[in-house]
Each structure stands twice: as structure tokens, then as C-alpha cells.
């Protein structure tokens, strides 16, 4: 049902990039010096038993994720009419619907229980459209439908005796961030998010890891471009772009302990040359999919149970992460116009 098309994201790469992880930090001593923050993310946020094992890996190694839910997950395929993106026929979505009241409502508790471990749940709209050509009109809409599905998930599943208390506080005011599908972030999209309120965006691409940069109010994340794989060329440090690069977009789990392998290897290398560097904030995406084998998720897991025990290492969420970053602001790291 939550298929990903093969278009989903560009595997973008550039020249080899020589990297020394090892280099010894100059900046002075390392007291003085800010901690290494790595934000992980998951678009989509879906899969039930994949909200549990991110939960369970954030527990074990003292990490905070931040996951960019699509709201048509919450919606049955019994009352896709319901939903209405911009210039898209009713009960359409890219992603499908949830099977049934019962999995909403699984996943409604998971949403719910990351919350209150300290986990950040974003947009990432609802039916998974490509807004490049949108207006802010359109994009406005589709966080106006998104607010209003979550803010009434469990009245419209039959589900309100189990609401918990503080549910709509949460809905009104901790979803301050958004992500674009696709990574599709035309002026229209910026112009809405501004006039909804969130704080920051996380759809750009980066050359290398840097700081976000703010604009009228509304800070801009972008997911670096990392050395990957015998060559080291570049690609964006997300999941799916390295299942397009090991794979074509096909699935081979025999081939999960070798893709595993070389995608930790490139989050491990990129880390480190931040860690030991100069602590740009590293961010990995995601998807609730297991492709390979589980090979990207495995990549991060070891990542993660290996660094973010570090005493000077965050593993935070974007909305934690602007906080810290806010007084190492650089507009001369824009990733792209804002």
C-alpha cells in the first residue's frame, strides 16, 4: 500500500571527495567546542512495526528522532473520500490509506507514546503529491487538512474514549516543522509555511552538512550530499537515493549485509568528519520501508547505538537542533535560495 514510486527523490552525486575522519579537532579545546548534533528522520511514518523499532533504538541509545508523518495513514481506505488535495480527485493519495480503524488506531498510541519520549512528530502532508507547482493557496490547504485530521484522528475512528489528554495542545501547538514529498520546495511553499506558523523546513539538499538559515522567521534544513561507496560519490544522505544507487530501485535482500555495510560506512565517515571537523549538524533520512533487506535502517541503527552515547554527542530532533543552533546561525551557508 506504501509503495514508493521510482521517481521519489533523485540520487544525486558529484566528484569523489576525499575525506580523513581521523583528523584531530583545531578549534581549540574541547570544552569549548559545541557537541556534534546528528538529526535522524523518517518520511512517511507509517509502518506500525517500524514506529516500535525506532522507538525501541532511540531508548537504547539516548537518541530523539524526528518523524514527518503523512496524514492519509490516519484516514481508512473506507473514508479516503474524505481527503482532497489540491487539484487531485477525492480519495486519491500517492500512498494510500490506512486498511482499518484498528491499525489507525495503533498507530495513533505510537504517535502518541514518541511524543511523550521526547521525539518530534512533523508534516509531511497527507496523500504524498508533488506541490512543485502548487500556490501557496494550495499548500496552505494541505496543512490546513493535515491539522485537521490529526487534531480529530481518533473522534473520526471511533476512537474518542481513548484520546489522550493534551492531544489537541499537541496538535495545535508542537508540529512546527515540515518537509516537502519529493523534496519539492517551490517560493509558494515557503510563502505558506511562514503564514502557518512552522519554523522551520527541512526539504533542501546541501553540498556538505551546514547550519540551517533563517529567513523571516523561518529557518531552512538541508540534507547533505555525502561521499558513498568505492568511489566516494555523492549522494543525499536519505535512504532511498542509496537504494537507487545499490540497486536500481529493486529490491535485493540477499544483498542487504553488503548495502548495509557500505551505507554505514558513509554515515560513519560523514559523522566523523563533522565530529572530528567542524560540527556542522549531520542529518540522515529515512523512510518507515525496509529496502534491501533493512539495509539502510541497519546503517543507522549502528550509527546511532555508536555515537549518540557520546558525551559530546546530540542525537536530537530538527525542533531541539534549531534551539541549539541558534546562536551558530551562518547565512552564508544558505542551501539554496530562500
Same mark, same amino acid.
Given at each position: 500500500?506504501? +509503495?514508493?514510486?521510482?521517481?521519489?527523490? $533523485? &540520487?544525486?552525486?558529484?566528484? %569523489?571527495?576525499?575525506? /580523513?575522519?581521523?583528523?584531530? #579537532?583545531?578549534?581549540?579545546?574541547?570544552?569549548?567546542?559545541?557537541?556534534?548534533?546528528?538529526?535522524?528522520?523518517?518520511?512517511?511514518?507509517?509502518?506500525?512495526?517500524?514506529?516500535?523499532?525506532?522507538?525501541?533504538?532511540?531508548?537504547?541509545?539516548?537518541?530523539?528522532?524526528?518523524?514527518?508523518?503523512?496524514?492519509?495513514?490516519?484516514?481508512?481506505?473506507?473514508?479516503?473520500?474524505?481527503?482532497?488535495?489540491?487539484?487531485?480527485?477525492?480519495? +486519491?493519495?500517492?500512498?494510500?490509506?490506512? $486498511? &482499518?480503524?484498528?491499525?489507525? %488506531?495503533?498507530?495513533? /498510541?505510537?504517535?502518541?507514546? #514518541?511524543?511523550?519520549?521526547?521525539?518530534?512528530?512533523?508534516?509531511?502532508?497527507?496523500?504524498?503529491?508533488?506541490?512543485?507547482?502548487?500556490?501557496?493557496?494550495?499548500?496552505?490547504?494541505?496543512?490546513?487538512?493535515?491539522?485537521?485530521?490529526?487534531?480529530?484522528?481518533?473522534?473520526?475512528?471511533?476512537?474518542?474514549?481513548?484520546?489522550?489528554?493534551?492531544?489537541?495542545?499537541?496538535?495545535?501547538?508542537?508540529?512546527?516543522?515540515?518537509?516537502?514529498?519529493?523534496?519539492?520546495?517551490?517560493?509558494?511553499?515557503?510563502?505558506?509555511?511562514?503564514?502557518?506558523?512552522?519554523?522551520?523546513?527541512?526539504?533542501?539538499?546541501?553540498?556538505?552538512?551546514?547550519?540551517?538559515?533563517?529567513?523571516?522567521?523561518?529557518?531552512?534544513?538541508?540534507?547533505?550530499?555525502?561521499?558513498?561507496?568505492?568511489?566516494?560519490?555523492?549522494?543525499?544522505?536519505?535512504?532511498?537515493?542509496?537504494?537507487?544507487?545499490?540497486?536500481?530501485?529493486?529490491?535485493?535482500?540477499?544483498?542487504?549485509?553488503?548495502?548495509?555495510?557500505?551505507?554505514?560506512?558513509?554515515?560513519?565517515?560523514?559523522?566523523?568528519?563533522?565530529?572530528?571537523?567542524?560540527?556542522?549538524?549531520?542529518?540522515?533520512?529515512?523512510?518507515?520501508?525496509?529496502?534491501?533487506?533493512?539495509?539502510?535502517?541497519?546503517?543507522?541503527?549502528?550509527?546511532?547505538?555508536?555515537?549518540?552515547?557520546?558525551?559530546?554527542?546530540?542525537?536530537?530532533?530538527?525542533?531541539?537542533?534549531?534551539?541549539?543552533?541558534?546562536?551558530?546561525?551562518?547565512?552564508?551557508?544558505?542551501?539554496?535560495?530562500?
Amino acid at each position: 500500500m506504501f +509503495r514508493l514510486s521510482a521517481a521519489l527523490f $533523485l &540520487s544525486l552525486a558529484t566528484s %569523489a571527495f576525499a575525506m /580523513d575522519q581521523s583528523a584531530a #579537532a583545531t578549534k581549540g579545546p574541547e570544552t569549548a567546542r559545541p557537541k556534534q548534533l546528528l538529526l535522524v528522520s523518517f518520511d512517511g511514518a507509517h509502518d506500525n512495526r517500524l514506529w516500535v523499532r525506532s522507538r525501541d533504538i532511540g531508548k537504547r541509545a539516548n537518541a530523539r528522532f524526528t518523524y514527518f508523518l503523512s496524514c492519509t495513514t490516519l484516514i481508512p481506505r473506507a473514508r479516503a473520500a474524505d481527503y482532497k488535495a489540491p487539484g487531485i480527485k477525492a480519495g +486519491r493519495s500517492n500512498i494510500g490509506f490506512a $486498511l &482499518s480503524t484498528d491499525e489507525v %488506531a495503533s498507530r495513533l /498510541d505510537n504517535i502518541w507514546k #514518541a511524543k511523550t519520549e521526547g521525539h518530534e512528530i512533523a508534516s509531511h502532508t497527507c496523500g504524498h503529491f508533488d506541490g512543485k507547482d502548487w500556490t501557496k493557496a494550495d499548500w496552505l490547504k494541505e496543512f490546513n487538512t493535515f491539522d485537521q485530521v490529526l487534531r480529530n484522528a481518533w473522534k473520526d475512528n471511533g476512537l474518542a474514549d481513548r484520546e489522550p489528554e493534551g492531544w489537541a495542545d499537541f496538535v495545535e501547538n508542537d508540529i512546527t516543522g515540515f518537509r516537502a514529498p519529493y523534496l519539492s520546495a517551490p517560493d509558494s511553499l515557503f510563502e505558506a509555511e511562514r503564514e502557518h506558523g512552522f519554523r522551520y523546513d527541512a526539504s533542501a539538499v546541501t553540498h556538505d552538512p551546514a547550519l540551517p538559515v533563517e529567513k523571516d522567521g523561518l529557518a531552512r534544513f538541508g540534507l547533505p550530499l555525502i561521499p558513498e561507496g568505492p568511489k566516494s560519490r555523492r549522494i543525499i544522505a536519505m535512504d532511498y537515493n542509496l537504494f537507487i544507487r545499490h540497486s536500481a530501485g529493486i529490491d535485493h535482500p540477499s544483498k542487504g549485509d553488503e548495502f548495509a555495510e557500505r551505507s554505514y560506512k558513509a554515515f560513519r565517515q560523514a559523522f566523523y568528519q563533522q565530529y572530528n571537523g567542524e560540527r556542522m549538524p549531520l542529518q540522515i533520512g529515512l523512510h518507515f520501508v525496509t529496502m534491501n533487506g533493512s539495509a539502510y535502517w541497519a546503517a543507522m541503527e549502528r550509527l546511532v547505538a555508536e555515537v549518540c552515547p557520546l558525551p559530546d554527542v546530540a542525537c536530537v530532533t530538527y525542533a531541539e537542533a534549531l534551539d541549539m543552533l541558534k546562536d551558530r546561525n551562518d547565512p552564508a551557508s544558505a542551501p539554496g535560495g530562500m
